[in-house]
């Protein structure tokens, strides 16, 4: 936690980092309440079809949705590596997410973020609200009030 | 000192005086000469001005503090109770109302001085002649009384031991034309919050000025390790009687004595001083003076902590108060499962011989957690009362201001409900009262004209059905004029006449309910303000409870809530559709059917089957899950029919799976828009289900 305090007063944030197929994408850390394996999902019927349905975790109901259906890509498949980031956000409350894979946690300095202009020649593009630039490439960092209230 | 933690208590209590108050006023206007009424009154408004006056709530104080004036000069035979009284008092009720709520929100209490209430109030008692004098000379007498102790109690203070720092603070205070009071407060020796009077003297004599040394300290005086006095040293530039004057505005304080410091007091300080140095040279003298410097900050520090900590916790918890018996019950309880659960975990542990134990063991353990599951619901259940309460009163203001004749009549505000349902049901309740009063009862002329007492009826029944509790809303008045909202819905084109023509008089009565369909000919002020039947309705289902009204033309209509005993935990039906698991409560089941697939027919095109005389239409819980079923076309279908109202329909499901008791839980506003699920429930095995809501589905 004191860690995560020094970071933010440097005006730099950590960043867990996740894959969604080939690309990397970074969560900020301080909206992150956990990350849990695949569980059972309860599919809930006439909902958004990135909305996966609901899971238990310790004793809440929580809604899950599918980052890949939501950018508009294939549907998950879950492996060994598959997890459910569970966010909570300001307006949206508690949801879990459907990542690919988690890599590792990467703080990231304020002159390493860069602002993307948003395209909106493509629909999701605007996910993105900036670019990070680590040593293991760029990660795209997602703004997850936009991802969450969207809809389809 | 923090008052705060005493908010809840303060609120609850409030309430309940503020509730009898009403009643009582109430009934004061039926028989004005009712010596316990008014006592009963008294007391309550009594009670309300203490209350106020030790959360500091002034404004409150005041307003109370006059109502009381009023209510003694009645009990003293002094005033008549006259109808436009019983109005301001009431008046006076809906102000403190408005306090508690700002209260409850805010912890604050506003700034409304409701000065012309204080008005009419003090008109009142001047009104009664010379008898506001009496009110006055009674305080003489009071404070004529209490000089009377003993003259050493008077200057207690004179034990705090002045150092150096206290004399140059006096000398400093001297130059600037201020003054160093010593002064000893007398608490009352029957206050039970001393802790939470001596912080209100505090912070009066703070508004002062400076409280430089207290005995005891301010850190005993908050932990209440005072007897009935403290003394403070205090440095103003206000007069001695203002800030005895202050102390004593606050209640429970019985005295209060004190006088100017002069260089006489500081002269012991010297002698004292010399014969210290001489022992111990400054060493002690340093840390004492660290200590008193760092007093003074310190006591600042408090009422500002408490005003920060109000502010950031303004809304209250809500509350329930349980009676002992309830918890003792639940606590043996308790102890039984722990019980259980020994037993089991021993079972597990010992031989397989001792299989056939290890279900004995399941079925003790499951009958403590179902009585363990009544008594808490029982904790949660509370009376009705609390919300009806409050009816009488609306209907003598709506007589008033509808200028109809009416009595209310109330049976069964005993009847428990969940905590959660009672809070939500007062206003769908209080909307069907003001329909009844408003639009149901006709005019005095009218009801003369068709041979009925002037004096219409409303009746509020409540009573206790199986696992429901049904509160109906009856009254005598014109009933519900079919043809009139048939027409009306022709009108706004809700229905075409070809449809009106169809429709029996229960359906049309039933387009009541939707939204924005209001029948009165012109919108008062009573009704017709955009909260619609609709809304009630969609509260009570929202409570997971329903609403009908059945209607007699010229005889008057009657509205009936049927409402869950709880809503936190239901008896459900398992069922599986295609290989998900759904739970249907059981409340709304009436049987459970094997249909043969060619028993099926056809009505409309729609899927029917005939039970008993009966054509039900039937659902395909697949086609409304979007699943596909596990089941082939040909096999027997296996149709849970559910009943809404008089509404009978068949869920075609592919098995079930058994009764259980389920924890109902929210799914959270992200994804509630799935208007047929209710909720969610988690399975013995961590796995999720959803509710499927029956009413939804018909």
């Known amino acids: ?146 991802v969450a209230t969207e809809k389809e | 000192m923090d008052v705060s933690q005493y908010l809840e208590i303060f609120l609850d209590e409030t309430k309940e005086h503020l509730q009898s108050l009403n009643t009582q006023i109430l009934e004061l206007e039926q028989d004005s000469e009712n010596m316990d009424t008014i006592n009963e009154i008294f007391r309550a408004a009594h009670s309300l001005k203490g209350m106020a006056g030790t959360m500091g709530f002034k404004r409150m104080q005041n307003l109370t503090h006059d109502m009381e004036n009023v209510f003694s000069e009645v009990r003293n035979g002094n005033i008549k109770v006259q109808p436009n009284m019983i109005d301001i008092l009431f008046q006076c009720l809906d102000a403190l109302e408005e306090y508690t709520s700002s209260i409850q929100e805010s912890a604050d209490e506003g700034t409304n001085d409701n000065e012309p209430l204080i008005k009419a109030l003090n008109d009142i008692l001047n009104g009664g002649g010379g008898d506001a004098a009496s009110g006055g000379a009674k305080k003489e007498e009071a404070k004529a009384e209490t000089p009377a102790p003993a003259a050493n109690d008077k200057e207690k203070w004179r034990e705090i031991k002045l150092t150096d720092t206290e004399k140059s603070l006096y000398e400093a205070a001297k130059a600037e034309g201020k003054n160093l009071y010593g002064i000893t407060v007398k608490v009352q020796e029957t206050c039970i919050l001393k802790a939470a009077r001596a912080f209100l003297v505090f912070k009066a004599l703070e508004e002062h000025g400076e409280i430089i040394l207290s005995k005891p300290s301010s850190q005993d005086i908050e932990d209440e390790k005072f007897d009935f006095d403290f003394s403070v040293i205090t440095v103003s530039d206000a007069s001695l009687d203002t800030l005895i004057a202050a102390i004593k505005n606050v209640s429970e304080i019985e005295d209060a004595f004190g006088s100017a410091l002069t260089d006489a007091d500081f002269a012991g300080i010297e002698a004292s001083k010399e014969d210290a140095a001489a022992e111990e040279a400054p060493a002690e003298e340093a840390p004492k003076k660290e200590e008193t410097v760092a007093q003074p900050p310190a006591k600042k520090e408090t009422p500002a902590k408490t005003e920060k900590k109000a502010v950031s916790k303004p809304v209250v918890n809500r509350t329930v108060r349980v009676d002992i018996e309830k918890l003792d019950s639940l606590m043996n309880l308790v102890s039984e499962l722990i019980i259980a659960k020994n037993s089991l975990v021993s079972a597990t542990n010992s031989d397989e011989a001792n299989h056939n134990n290890f279900s004995e063991h399941i079925e003790y353990l499951e009958s403590v957690t179902t009585s363990l599951h009544e008594s808490v619901m029982k904790v949660r259940m509370v009376p009705i009362e609390s919300v009806v309460s409050k009816f009488p009163r609306m209907i003598r203001d709506l007589q008033k201001t509808l200028g109809k004749k009416m ?215 697949n086609d409304v899950l979007d699943i596909e079923s596990t089941k082939s076309p040909e096999d027997n279908l296996m149709v849970v029919i559910v009943k809404k109202g008089d509404k009978l329909a068949g869920l075609v499901v592919d098995e079930l799976i058994g009764q259980q008791e389920i924890v109902i839980k929210s799914m959270g506003k992200y994804i509630s828009k799935c208007k047929f699920i209710s909720g969610a429930t988690i399975l013995g095995d961590g796995e999720v289900a959803l509710i499927l809501d029956a009413n939804a589905l018909i």
């Open chain 1, 1 to 146: 936690m004191d860690e995560l305090k020094i970071g933010t007063n440097n005006g730099s944030m950590q960043y867990i980092v996740i894959k969604i197929g080939d690309e990397s994408y970074g969560i900020n850390i301080s909206y992150v309440e956990n990350i849990s394996r695949m569980v059972h999902i309860t599919r809930v019927p006439k909902v958004a079809s990135y909305l996966k349905g609901v899971i238990n975790l310790r004793g809440e109901v929580i809604p899950v949705m599918s980052l890949r259906l939501k950018m508009g890509l294939d549907d998950d498949v879950f492996t060994k590596a598959s997890r459910i980031i569970i966010l909570k956000l300001e307006q949206a409350g508690t949801i879990g997410v459907i990542v690919d894979e988690v890599k590792e946690v990467v703080t990231l300095e304020e002159e390493q973020v860069e602002k993307v202009a948003s395209d909106t020649s493509q629909d999701h593009a605007n996910f993105v609200s900036s670019v990070g630039k680590c040593a293991n490439g760029l990660i795209s960092l997602l703004d997850l009030n936009v």
């Open chain 2, 407 to 621: 009595e209310l009549y109330m049976t069964g505000e005993e009847t428990e409900l969940d905590r959660t349902v009672v809070d939500e049901i007062g206003d769908p309740l209080m909307h069907l009262l003001r329909n009844a009063a408003d639009h149901g009862l006709e005019s005095a002329e009218v009801r003369k004209e068709r041979g009925k007492p002037e004096v219409g009826s409303i009746f509020l029944d409540a009573y206790q059905d199986g696992n429901n509790v049904v509160i109906e809303v009856r009254d005598d008045g014109n009933g519900i004029d079919v043809d009139k909202v048939r027409a009306k819905a022709i009108e706004r084109g809700t229905i075409t006449p070809e449809q009106a023509e169809n429709m029996s008089s229960k359906e049309i009565i039933d387009l009541l309910f939707l939204p924005s369909f209001s029948t009165a000919k012109q919108i008062s002020e009573v009704s017709g303000r955009g909260v619609g039947l609709d809304v009630v309705k969609s509260k009570i289902e929202a409570l997971s409870g329903e609403v009908e009204v059945k209607s007699k033309l010229g005889e008057g209509s009657t509205w009936i809530v049927r409402l869950p005993l709880t809503l936190a935990i239901i008896q459900a039906l398992m069922v599986t559709v295609g290989g998900e698991k759904y739970a249907i409560s059981l409340g709304s089941i009436q049987t459970i059917e094997d249909i043969p697939a060619n028993e099926i027919q056809f009505v409309q095109s729609k899927e029917v089957i005939t039970l008993r005389g009966n054509v039900i239409p039937i659902i395909r819980l």
